[in-house]
């Protein structure tokens, strides 16, 4: 349906924690794809339904080898069910092997894209005008683009958005900051920042600094993910994401997984 890429300009904002939110919260159907182009770690932090560990060779670099001999390969048998209930396409374990899909990234991105029945969060981790998930971007209906609220983080935001804003075509771009929960003035201050150099980018919101939240939301912790700040602060930004997409947005009869867990007893977020 829909292919919704979040990325970073530098640091580690939280980029995989976010799209892991932003999938089990989305307000229909949707897979979460390790696209990081450092090696991916969904299937190290995630086990399968009945507690067992996620099969590393089912997905991107199963759907890479199918795309190489046919381009319109079909994405659904390369995804996998994590306990919570959460779809995951998983993601290369290094760099070399995310270099190494090189000539199929530009059909990897519109298959993402054309995803059945279900929309695809990319996780695509940090992104440069080099990076190897370009296409993906460049697929993207929305790319959105996380930092923290920080003067170095924002500066690189700024610098990367002014490279990467002409490369992306129709791709709807937006921002996202990280931000300590009281800090109220973060949304409008990176919105001037932006605007001062010229960016018509639009910043949808704050989503809160919560480590121990991070921590629920990966399964790190048992205890419920949904009363953490970081899961009511990133359903105050879902819509926004959402309403970037072209057409009205409805959620399916049998959609909304709740956030991955350890064990699927534990963390569930409640919707």
Request: glycine share 10%; proline share 10%.
């Amino acid at each position: 349906m829909a292919l919704i890429a979040v990325a970073s300009a530098k640091g580690a904002p939280g980029v995989t924690t976010f799209s892991v939110a932003l999938a089990a919260l989305a307000p229909r159907r949707a897979v979460l794809a390790d696209l990081d182009p450092a090696g991916g770690d969904i299937a190290l932090r995630y086990p399968a339904p009945d507690g067992q560990p996620l099969n590393p060779d089912r997905g991107l670099l199963s759907l890479g080898a199918d795309v190489r001999r046919d381009p319109a390969a079909p994405f659904p048998p390369h995804v996998q069910l994590v306990a919570g209930g959460l779809e995951v396409l998983v993601g290369a374990r290094s760099p070399e092997q995310m270099t190494a899909l090189g000539p199929v990234w530009p059909s990897l991105g519109r298959i993402l894209q054309a995803a059945p029945q279900r929309d695809v969060i990319a996780d695509c981790g940090r992104v440069s005008v080099g990076s190897p998930t370009l296409p993906v971007l460049q697929a993207a209906d929305v790319l959105v683009m996380l930092a923290r609220d920080s003067v170095a983080q924002l500066a690189h935001l700024r610098e990367r958005l002014f490279a990467l804003v002409p490369m992306l075509g129709g791709t709807r771009v937006c921002v996202v900051v990280v931000a300590p929960e009281k800090n109220r003035s973060t949304q409008a201050d990176t919105q001037r920042l932006l605007a001062s150099a010229g960016l018509q980018v639009p910043v949808l919101g704050v989503v809160a600094d919560d480590p121990k939240g991070a921590q629920l939301l990966a399964g790190a912790q048992a205890g419920n993910a949904g009363r953490s700040t970081l899961v009511r602060s990133m359903r105050s930004v879902v819509p926004g994401i959402y309403g970037l997409l072209a057409g009205p947005v409805s959620a399916p009869r049998g959609g909304g997984a709740r956030p991955p867990t350890r064990q699927a007893q534990q963390g569930a977020v409640q919707a």
